[in-house]
């Protein structure tokens, strides 16, 4: 009898050591990713909080951005690539740049090969996110029991219908199980190339609030043409043609004079080093650049 009660104890004693980490288990927060145009001047961000944290309420939020410009869907891109790679496997991005909200346009949810979720408008906004991590598997948004109601705001999908998505695949809901296999919508996104001896690539973007020009040039492309860290460069710009030393950091050319560098994100940028070079030398996203050594 001894004997059973101590098998009793050692199985209850198991049974609750493996109860605890089950619980513990299920109560580790996911993380959502959340970036949207809205700004934070009304309670649109926080409607979606609500709803998020209403279906997973241990889920850890972090608002990357509210304040993409609206409706551009290439800025929101550029800022969710740069971020999502720093959060772990599981992370879920959901992302609302939605000009086409109510329209025929589709609402996807994405599995990249690195393990992120990404949910939002099938409109190319993913577009970087998916080239830089691929994609493995991607679903068409349908099933009405993962929305915040069946019937849904024609002006609100992120309230309606990505962020109670979003929280449901935080919780562990099978991304099957959201809708239809789907090819998302991608944009067109030329990579930088060679030509004639030079490398002809594009501003990506301007660095706020700092001025720095973002290029989509990668280091091989330069090793390409016989330039290395040290060099000048010959660099045309929009409509201007500069000369400008390529170096390690902004403080390595004298405060006020422009340089360039390579950016955290692995790509080519321009910048004044305390200044701002798009103001100085009225460069825009998209502006066509070209850069050889100097001759």
Request: with cysteine.
């Amino acid at each position: 009898m001894k004997g059973l009660r101590v098998c009793a104890v050692v199985v209850l004693a198991l049974v609750a050591i493996g109860g605890c980490t089950a619980e513990r288990d299920r109560l580790d927060p996911s993380t959502i990713l959340f970036v949207t145009d809205f700004g934070v001047r009304d309670g649109a961000v926080a409607a979606c909080k609500g709803v998020m944290l209403s279906i997973a309420p241990a889920t850890r939020i972090v608002d990357l951005t509210h304040d993409v410009p609206p409706y551009d869907i290439e800025i929101a891109g550029e800022v969710l690539e740069q971020a999502l790679p720093f959060y772990p496997t599981g992370t879920v991005a959901v992302a609302v740049i939605d000009p086409g909200v109510g329209s025929e346009r589709k609402a996807i949810a994405v599995l990249t090969k690195r393990g992120h979720l990404l949910v939002g408008p099938d409109n190319g906004l993913f577009t970087l996110v998916m080239q830089a991590e691929g994609v493995e598997r991607a679903v068409e948004v349908r099933e009405t029991r993962y929305f915040r109601a069946p019937q849904t705001s024609s002006t609100f999908h992120g309230r309606d219908i990505f962020a109670p998505v979003a929280a449901h695949l935080a919780t562990g809901t099978p991304l099957d199980s959201l809708g239809p296999p789907i090819d998302p919508v991608q944009l067109d996104v030329r990579p930088a190339r060679l030509a004639e001896g030079r490398v002809i690539g594009m501003v990506r973007y301007i660095e706020d609030p700092y001025g720095n020009v973002v290029t989509d040039i990668r280091p091989v492309l330069l090793d390409s043409i016989g330039t290395t860290l040290g060099d000048s460069l010959e660099v045309r710009i929009g409509s201007r043609t500069l000369r400008l030393p390529w170096r390690s950091t902004f403080s390595d050319v004298p405060t006020g004079r422009p340089l360039a560098v390579m950016h955290s994100r692995g790509v080519l940028s321009f910048s004044i080093n305390q200044g701002d070079f798009a103001s100085r030398f009225g460069v825009k996203r998209r502006d066509p650049v070209s850069v050889r050594p100097v001759p």
